[in-house]
Nanobody
């Protein structure tokens, strides 16, 4: 069992930055692939970024590539999402998720691939 708690959300002006954190409980955190997703009002939850259990492989949604960076510190049981050059369209509730499997990029973009989810943290970008 893994419990995930996100933090770091808030209100920021367009062009600004935020760093989200996702703290995980459980001794097996380092064996999980981790993802970030987001959900805007009235929209489906969408993939943002994924990092492998070693941290050696990452990939991103096209909409955030070059602006967001996912990273992890297995010693601290924490995964991060550094968000730069924020845009109003980045406004959403951001969720982290844990995946016990090693999966393809296509599967990693799907919410059903993930076994555990956090409660989410709100990010609001004003224009």
């Amino acid at each position: 069992q893994v419990q995930l708690v996100e933090s770091g959300g808030g209100l920021v002006q367009a062009g600004g930055s935020l760093r989200l954190s996702c703290a995980a409980s459980g001794r097996t955190f380092s064996t999980y692939g981790m993802g970030w997703f987001r959900q805007a009002p009235g929209k489906e939850r969408e993939f943002v970024a994924r990092i492998s259990w070693t941290g050696g492989r990452t990939f991103y949604a096209d909409s955030v590539k070059g602006r967001f960076t996912i990273s992890r510190d297995n010693a601290k049981n924490t995964v991060y999402l550094q968000m730069n050059s924020l845009k109003p369209e980045d406004t959403a509730v951001y969720y982290c998720a844990a995946d016990r499997s090693t999966t393809t990029q296509a599967m990693a973009r799907m919410t059903y691939t993930y076994d555990y989810w956090g409660q989410g943290t709100q990010v609001t970008v004003s224009s």
